[in-house]
Protein backbone atom coordinates (compact mmCIF):
# COMPACT_ATOMS: atom_id res chain seq x y z
CA UNK A 1 0.00 0.00 0.00
CA UNK A 2 2.98 2.29 0.73
CA UNK A 3 4.42 1.71 -2.49
CA UNK A 4 0.84 3.62 -4.05
CA UNK A 5 2.51 6.74 -3.03
CA UNK A 6 5.47 6.43 -5.44
CA UNK A 7 3.06 5.17 -8.46
CA UNK A 8 0.81 8.09 -7.73
CA UNK A 9 3.11 10.61 -8.35
CA UNK A 10 4.55 8.56 -11.86
CA UNK A 11 0.09 8.55 -12.42
CA UNK A 12 0.44 12.00 -11.64
CA UNK A 13 3.37 12.97 -14.79
CA UNK A 14 1.78 10.44 -17.40
CA UNK A 15 -0.50 12.31 -20.35
CA UNK A 16 -4.04 11.96 -19.90
CA UNK A 17 -5.58 9.25 -22.05
CA UNK A 18 -5.13 5.86 -22.16
CA UNK A 19 -1.92 5.92 -20.71
CA UNK A 20 -2.97 6.39 -17.58
CA UNK A 21 -5.61 3.92 -17.78
CA UNK A 22 -3.05 1.34 -19.20
CA UNK A 23 -0.79 1.81 -15.97
CA UNK A 24 -3.10 1.59 -13.84
CA UNK A 25 -4.22 -1.68 -14.49
CA UNK A 26 -0.84 -3.01 -15.17
CA UNK A 27 0.08 -1.95 -11.53
CA UNK A 28 -2.97 -2.72 -10.19
CA UNK A 29 -1.99 -6.49 -11.22
CA UNK A 30 1.17 -6.19 -10.44
CA UNK A 31 0.34 -5.34 -6.66
CA UNK A 32 -2.21 -8.71 -6.55
CA UNK A 33 0.58 -11.10 -7.89
CA UNK A 34 2.90 -9.59 -5.68
CA UNK A 35 0.43 -9.65 -2.29
CA UNK A 36 -2.34 -12.80 -2.94
CA UNK A 37 0.36 -14.33 -6.25
CA UNK A 38 -1.96 -16.21 -8.80
CA UNK A 39 -5.28 -15.32 -7.20
CA UNK A 40 -5.83 -12.28 -8.52
CA UNK A 41 -6.94 -14.19 -11.52
CA UNK A 42 -10.44 -14.08 -10.22
CA UNK A 43 -10.42 -10.59 -10.57
CA UNK A 44 -8.97 -10.25 -14.03
CA UNK A 45 -11.87 -13.82 -14.86
CA UNK A 46 -15.03 -12.19 -13.27
CA UNK A 47 -14.07 -8.53 -14.88
CA UNK A 48 -13.85 -9.95 -18.12
CA UNK A 49 -17.11 -12.14 -17.76
CA UNK A 50 -18.94 -8.91 -16.39
CA UNK A 51 -17.28 -6.84 -19.48
CA UNK A 52 -18.58 -9.58 -21.72
CA UNK A 53 -22.26 -9.37 -20.41
CA UNK A 54 -22.11 -5.35 -21.17
CA UNK A 55 -21.56 -6.11 -24.46
CA UNK A 56 -24.05 -8.40 -25.61
CA UNK A 57 -26.40 -7.83 -22.84
CA UNK A 58 -28.95 -5.04 -23.24
CA UNK A 59 -28.42 -2.61 -19.93
CA UNK A 60 -32.03 -3.08 -18.45
CA UNK A 61 -30.48 -6.93 -17.30
CA UNK A 62 -27.03 -6.29 -16.88
CA UNK A 63 -28.07 -3.77 -13.67
CA UNK A 64 -29.20 -6.89 -12.48
CA UNK A 65 -27.23 -9.83 -14.08
CA UNK A 66 -23.84 -8.43 -13.43
CA UNK A 67 -24.58 -7.76 -9.49
CA UNK A 68 -25.84 -11.43 -9.35
CA UNK A 69 -23.22 -12.62 -11.12
CA UNK A 70 -20.41 -10.73 -9.14
CA UNK A 71 -22.52 -11.42 -5.75
CA UNK A 72 -22.38 -15.40 -5.99
CA UNK A 73 -18.47 -15.29 -7.22
CA UNK A 74 -17.59 -13.50 -4.06
CA UNK A 75 -19.96 -15.74 -1.97
CA UNK A 76 -18.04 -18.66 -3.55
CA UNK A 77 -14.67 -17.31 -2.34
CA UNK A 78 -15.90 -16.11 0.86
CA UNK A 79 -17.07 -20.26 1.45
CA UNK A 80 -14.67 -21.77 -0.41
CA UNK A 81 -12.14 -19.80 2.70
CA UNK A 82 -14.56 -20.51 5.26
CA UNK A 83 -14.61 -24.39 4.51
CA UNK A 84 -10.46 -24.79 4.11
CA UNK A 85 -9.67 -21.97 6.61
CA UNK A 86 -12.63 -21.70 9.19
CA UNK A 87 -11.98 -18.63 11.52
CA UNK A 88 -8.75 -18.25 9.40
CA UNK A 89 -6.99 -14.66 8.84
CA UNK A 90 -4.85 -15.57 5.86
CA UNK A 91 -4.85 -13.48 2.95
CA UNK A 92 -6.44 -13.84 -0.13
CA UNK A 93 -8.39 -12.71 -3.10
CA UNK A 94 -11.75 -12.69 -0.86
CA UNK A 95 -10.36 -9.11 -0.21
CA UNK A 96 -9.84 -7.37 -3.08
CA UNK A 97 -12.71 -9.17 -4.96
CA UNK A 98 -14.95 -7.30 -2.38
CA UNK A 99 -13.99 -3.99 -3.45
CA UNK A 100 -14.30 -5.34 -6.94
CA UNK A 101 -17.75 -6.74 -6.27
CA UNK A 102 -18.71 -2.82 -4.75
CA UNK A 103 -16.84 -1.32 -8.26
CA UNK A 104 -19.30 -3.69 -11.22
CA UNK A 105 -22.52 -3.43 -9.27
CA UNK A 106 -22.25 0.35 -9.15
CA UNK A 107 -21.34 0.74 -12.54
CA UNK A 108 -23.95 -1.80 -13.39
CA UNK A 109 -26.15 0.80 -12.38
CA UNK A 110 -24.48 4.19 -13.68
CA UNK A 111 -24.67 2.72 -17.24
CA UNK A 112 -28.44 1.81 -16.73
CA UNK A 113 -29.09 5.14 -15.32
CA UNK A 114 -27.18 6.95 -18.08
CA UNK A 115 -29.49 5.26 -20.63
CA UNK A 116 -32.42 6.87 -18.74
CA UNK A 117 -31.52 10.00 -18.57
CA UNK A 118 -30.34 10.04 -22.29
CA UNK A 119 -34.07 8.65 -22.88
CA UNK A 120 -35.76 11.30 -20.68
CA UNK A 121 -37.16 8.09 -18.78
CA UNK A 122 -35.36 8.44 -15.66
CA UNK A 123 -36.62 7.49 -12.76
CA UNK A 124 -36.52 8.58 -8.93
CA UNK A 125 -32.90 6.26 -8.40
CA UNK A 126 -31.44 7.66 -11.77
CA UNK A 127 -32.55 11.18 -10.81
CA UNK A 128 -30.88 11.14 -7.38
CA UNK A 129 -27.51 9.28 -8.88
CA UNK A 130 -27.53 11.46 -12.15
CA UNK A 131 -24.13 13.07 -11.09
CA UNK A 132 -22.46 9.73 -11.64
CA UNK A 133 -24.33 7.96 -14.49
CA UNK A 134 -22.00 7.00 -17.37
CA UNK A 135 -23.55 7.33 -21.07
CA UNK A 136 -21.64 4.51 -22.12
CA UNK A 137 -19.65 1.36 -21.63
CA UNK A 138 -15.76 2.38 -21.16
CA UNK A 139 -13.52 0.65 -23.94
CA UNK A 140 -11.62 -2.33 -22.09
CA UNK A 141 -8.40 -0.65 -21.29
CA UNK A 142 -10.16 1.89 -19.17
CA UNK A 143 -12.62 -0.78 -18.19
CA UNK A 144 -9.59 -2.70 -16.66
CA UNK A 145 -7.95 0.85 -15.54
CA UNK A 146 -10.99 0.80 -13.46
CA UNK A 147 -11.39 -2.63 -12.12
CA UNK A 148 -7.24 -3.06 -10.74
CA UNK A 149 -6.49 0.74 -10.12
CA UNK A 150 -3.62 -0.10 -8.42
CA UNK A 151 -4.64 3.12 -5.39
CA UNK A 152 -7.97 0.95 -5.02
CA UNK A 153 -7.18 -2.48 -5.70
CA UNK A 154 -6.19 -3.48 -2.27
CA UNK A 155 -9.01 -1.83 0.14
CA UNK A 156 -10.62 0.62 -1.64
CA UNK A 157 -12.09 2.93 -1.65
CA UNK A 158 -14.84 1.57 -4.21
CA UNK A 159 -15.48 4.83 -5.85
CA UNK A 160 -17.53 4.94 -9.06
CA UNK A 161 -16.74 4.86 -12.27
CA UNK A 162 -16.91 8.68 -13.21
CA UNK A 163 -14.31 9.80 -10.99
CA UNK A 164 -12.07 7.80 -11.92
CA UNK A 165 -12.53 8.34 -15.42
CA UNK A 166 -12.68 11.99 -14.90
CA UNK A 167 -9.29 11.45 -13.39
CA UNK A 168 -7.69 9.97 -15.80
CA UNK A 169 -8.79 12.00 -18.79
CA UNK A 170 -8.10 15.31 -17.44
CA UNK A 171 -11.75 16.44 -17.41
CA UNK A 172 -11.50 16.55 -14.05
CA UNK A 173 -9.45 19.88 -13.75
CA UNK A 174 -9.59 21.16 -17.10
CA UNK A 175 -12.19 21.38 -19.77
CA UNK A 176 -12.82 20.73 -23.43
CA UNK A 177 -10.29 23.68 -24.97
CA UNK A 178 -7.51 22.64 -22.15
CA UNK A 179 -8.40 25.69 -19.78
CA UNK A 180 -8.63 24.92 -16.29
CA UNK A 181 -11.87 24.59 -14.82
CA UNK A 182 -10.89 26.78 -11.68
CA UNK A 183 -8.04 27.17 -9.69
CA UNK A 184 -6.32 23.94 -9.36
CA UNK A 185 -5.59 23.05 -5.94
CA UNK A 186 -2.77 21.99 -4.18
CA UNK A 187 -2.27 18.27 -3.46
CA UNK A 188 -0.02 18.07 -1.28
CA UNK A 189 -1.43 18.33 1.93
CA UNK A 190 -4.16 16.28 0.89
CA UNK A 191 -1.63 13.75 0.55
CA UNK A 192 0.62 13.86 3.17
CA UNK A 193 -2.44 14.78 5.89
CA UNK A 194 -3.84 11.34 5.21
CA UNK A 195 -0.34 9.41 4.78
CA UNK A 196 0.76 10.69 8.80
CA UNK A 197 -2.53 9.86 9.92
CA UNK A 198 -2.47 6.13 8.23
CA UNK A 199 1.10 5.84 9.84
CA UNK A 200 0.01 6.74 13.31
CA UNK A 201 -3.04 4.30 13.53
CA UNK A 202 -0.42 2.05 12.19
CA UNK A 203 1.60 2.55 14.84
CA UNK A 204 -1.42 2.82 17.49
CA UNK A 205 -2.22 -0.77 15.81
CA UNK A 206 1.16 -2.89 16.35
CA UNK A 207 1.49 -1.36 19.69
CA UNK A 208 -2.24 -1.88 21.28
CA UNK A 209 -2.36 -5.32 19.56
CA UNK A 210 0.48 -6.28 21.00
CA UNK A 211 -0.59 -4.93 24.48
CA UNK A 212 -4.31 -6.62 24.14
CA UNK A 213 -4.21 -9.32 21.47
CA UNK A 214 -7.42 -11.16 20.65
CA UNK A 215 -5.56 -14.13 18.90
CA UNK A 216 -2.77 -15.91 20.34
CA UNK A 217 0.50 -14.08 19.43
CA UNK A 218 2.60 -17.73 18.99
CA UNK A 219 -0.39 -19.23 16.44
CA UNK A 220 -3.10 -16.88 15.65
CA UNK A 221 -4.43 -19.19 13.13
CA UNK A 222 -4.42 -22.36 14.80
CA UNK A 223 -3.90 -21.57 18.85
CA UNK A 224 -7.24 -20.80 20.64
CA UNK A 225 -7.93 -17.18 20.79
CA UNK A 226 -7.24 -15.45 24.05
CA UNK A 227 -10.52 -14.15 25.21
CA UNK A 228 -11.62 -18.25 25.25
CA UNK A 229 -8.88 -19.43 27.16
CA UNK A 230 -9.46 -20.77 30.53
CA UNK A 231 -7.15 -17.62 32.01
CA UNK A 232 -9.66 -15.43 30.52
CA UNK A 233 -12.68 -17.11 31.65
CA UNK A 234 -12.11 -17.63 34.99
CA UNK A 235 -12.21 -13.82 34.87
CA UNK A 236 -15.26 -11.87 36.35
CA UNK A 237 -17.37 -10.41 33.42
CA UNK A 238 -16.17 -6.86 33.85
CA UNK A 239 -12.74 -7.58 33.11
CA UNK A 240 -13.24 -9.85 30.22
CA UNK A 241 -16.15 -7.32 28.82
CA UNK A 242 -13.14 -4.20 29.48
CA UNK A 243 -10.48 -6.51 27.59
CA UNK A 244 -12.67 -7.01 24.55
CA UNK A 245 -13.47 -3.64 24.38
CA UNK A 246 -10.06 -2.10 24.16
CA UNK A 247 -8.76 -5.14 21.77
CA UNK A 248 -11.18 -4.74 18.69
CA UNK A 249 -10.57 -0.62 19.53
CA UNK A 250 -6.78 -1.54 18.53
CA UNK A 251 -7.94 -3.64 16.19
CA UNK A 252 -9.88 -1.27 14.12
CA UNK A 253 -7.02 1.08 14.05
CA UNK A 254 -5.58 -1.36 11.41
CA UNK A 255 -8.63 -0.61 9.21
CA UNK A 256 -7.71 3.36 9.53
CA UNK A 257 -4.58 2.25 8.09
CA UNK A 258 -5.69 0.92 4.91
CA UNK A 259 -8.65 3.34 4.00
CA UNK A 260 -6.43 6.22 5.20
CA UNK A 261 -3.39 5.42 3.03
CA UNK A 262 -5.58 4.79 0.19
CA UNK A 263 -6.82 7.99 0.41
CA UNK A 264 -3.73 9.68 -0.23
CA UNK A 265 -2.30 7.51 -2.97
CA UNK A 266 -5.81 8.38 -4.40
CA UNK A 267 -5.13 12.06 -3.56
CA UNK A 268 -1.64 12.29 -5.08
CA UNK A 269 -2.98 11.95 -8.90
CA UNK A 270 -6.03 14.29 -7.92
CA UNK A 271 -8.49 11.06 -8.39
CA UNK A 272 -10.00 12.42 -4.30
CA UNK A 273 -10.65 15.33 -5.81
CA UNK A 274 -14.35 16.33 -6.00
CA UNK A 275 -13.96 18.96 -8.74
CA UNK A 276 -14.77 22.76 -9.12
CA UNK A 277 -18.38 23.94 -8.71
CA UNK A 278 -20.22 26.13 -10.76
CA UNK A 279 -18.42 29.39 -9.63
CA UNK A 280 -15.06 27.34 -10.45
CA UNK A 281 -14.20 27.18 -6.42
CA UNK A 282 -12.67 23.79 -5.62
CA UNK A 283 -15.51 21.58 -3.69
CA UNK A 284 -13.37 19.16 -1.64
CA UNK A 285 -11.15 15.62 -1.26
CA UNK A 286 -13.92 13.49 -0.03
CA UNK A 287 -14.08 11.39 -3.43
CA UNK A 288 -11.20 9.15 -1.70
CA UNK A 289 -12.62 9.85 2.15
CA UNK A 290 -13.28 6.04 3.55
CA UNK A 291 -13.07 6.72 7.43
CA UNK A 292 -13.19 9.68 9.53
CA UNK A 293 -11.63 8.42 12.49
CA UNK A 294 -12.86 10.89 15.13
CA UNK A 295 -16.60 10.92 14.11
CA UNK A 296 -16.69 6.82 14.37
CA UNK A 297 -15.20 6.86 17.15
CA UNK A 298 -17.54 9.74 19.13
CA UNK A 299 -21.27 8.66 17.48
CA UNK A 300 -23.90 9.22 19.39
CA UNK A 301 -26.46 7.08 17.47
CA UNK A 302 -26.27 3.95 14.80
CA UNK A 303 -26.90 6.73 11.98
CA UNK A 304 -23.73 8.73 12.40
CA UNK A 305 -21.65 5.28 13.44
CA UNK A 306 -22.88 3.97 9.90
CA UNK A 307 -21.91 7.26 7.93
CA UNK A 308 -18.34 7.30 9.47
CA UNK A 309 -17.20 3.70 8.92
CA UNK A 310 -16.33 2.57 5.66
CA UNK A 311 -17.98 5.37 3.31
CA UNK A 312 -17.37 4.08 0.35
CA UNK A 313 -19.39 1.03 1.00
CA UNK A 314 -22.19 2.78 3.02
CA UNK A 315 -22.29 5.62 -0.53
CA UNK A 316 -22.63 1.72 -2.35
CA UNK A 317 -25.35 -0.14 -0.12
CA UNK A 318 -27.51 3.68 0.22
CA UNK A 319 -27.19 4.25 -3.76
CA UNK A 320 -27.89 0.84 -5.68
CA UNK A 321 -29.41 -1.17 -2.58
CA UNK A 322 -31.45 1.30 -0.40
CA UNK A 323 -32.95 3.65 -2.90
CA UNK A 324 -33.30 1.17 -5.09
CA UNK A 325 -36.02 -1.52 -2.64
CA UNK A 326 -37.67 1.89 -1.58
CA UNK A 327 -35.54 2.49 1.01
CA UNK A 328 -35.62 -1.19 2.60
CA UNK A 329 -33.09 -1.20 5.84
CA UNK A 330 -33.42 -4.64 6.08
CA UNK A 331 -33.00 -5.24 2.42
CA UNK A 332 -29.68 -2.83 2.62
CA UNK A 333 -28.33 -4.46 5.78
CA UNK A 334 -29.15 -7.71 4.75
CA UNK A 335 -27.01 -7.14 1.64
CA UNK A 336 -23.51 -5.83 3.18
CA UNK A 337 -24.20 -8.82 5.66
CA UNK A 338 -24.23 -11.07 2.51
CA UNK A 339 -21.26 -9.20 1.11
CA UNK A 340 -19.32 -9.77 3.99
CA UNK A 341 -19.83 -13.79 3.76
CA UNK A 342 -21.36 -16.04 6.30
CA UNK A 343 -19.87 -16.38 9.83
CA UNK A 344 -23.52 -16.01 12.08
CA UNK A 345 -21.59 -12.53 13.35
CA UNK A 346 -22.13 -10.97 10.20
CA UNK A 347 -25.80 -11.52 10.40
CA UNK A 348 -26.37 -10.82 13.85
CA UNK A 349 -24.49 -7.51 13.72
CA UNK A 350 -26.18 -6.87 10.42
CA UNK A 351 -29.80 -7.99 10.90
CA UNK A 352 -30.21 -5.88 14.22
CA UNK A 353 -29.36 -2.70 12.52
CA UNK A 354 -32.59 -2.20 11.23
CA UNK A 355 -34.48 -2.40 14.34
CA UNK A 356 -32.11 -0.11 16.31
CA UNK A 357 -32.58 2.56 13.39
CA UNK A 358 -36.29 2.53 13.73
CA UNK A 359 -35.62 3.14 17.50
CA UNK A 360 -33.47 6.15 16.61
CA UNK A 361 -36.16 7.47 13.76
CA UNK A 362 -39.24 6.91 16.59
CA UNK A 363 -37.26 8.53 18.99
CA UNK A 364 -35.99 11.56 16.83
CA UNK A 365 -39.69 11.54 16.00
CA UNK A 366 -41.67 11.49 19.08
CA UNK A 367 -38.82 12.19 21.67
CA UNK A 368 -36.74 15.34 20.43
CA UNK A 369 -39.33 17.76 19.68
CA UNK A 370 -39.91 17.57 23.54
CA UNK A 371 -36.29 18.28 24.49
CA UNK A 372 -35.27 20.86 21.48
CA UNK A 373 -37.89 23.81 20.50
CA UNK A 374 -36.16 24.83 17.55
CA UNK A 375 -34.29 27.79 19.10
CA UNK A 376 -32.24 26.12 22.07
CA UNK A 377 -30.13 23.05 21.51
CA UNK A 378 -30.23 20.77 24.28
CA UNK A 379 -28.10 17.57 25.45
CA UNK A 380 -30.34 15.27 24.27
CA UNK A 381 -30.74 16.65 20.64
CA UNK A 382 -27.05 16.76 20.37
CA UNK A 383 -27.44 13.04 20.31
CA UNK A 384 -29.94 12.28 18.39
CA UNK A 385 -29.36 14.81 15.63
Given amino acids: MLICYPLGMIMLALPHGKVKHLFSFILGAFLLQFTIGVQWIHQLISSLVAYAMFLVLPDSMTKTLVPVFMMVYISAGHLHRQYINYLGWDMDFTGPQMVLTMKL ?8 DGTLINKGKEDRAAKKCADVAVTSLPGIIEYLGYTFCFATVLAGPAYEYKFYADACDGSLLYDKSGKPKGKIPSQVWPTVRPLLGSLLCLGIFVVGSGMYPLLDPSDPQNATPLLITGEMLA ?3 YARYGYSWLALFFIRFKYYFAWMNAEGANNIWYAGFEGFDA ?6 WEVSNNIDVIQFET ?3 LKTLSAAWNKKTANWLAKYVYIRTGGSLFATYGM ?3 WHGFYPGYYLFFMSAPLISFCERLGRKKLTPRFDDGRNRHVYAEFNN
Wanted: hydrophobic content about 30%; cysteine-free; aromatic content about 14%.
Fill in 336 to 338: SAF
Fill in 105 to 112: YSLAYNLH
Fill in 235 to 237: KPA
Fill in 279 to 284: KGEPKG
Fill in 299 to 301: APN
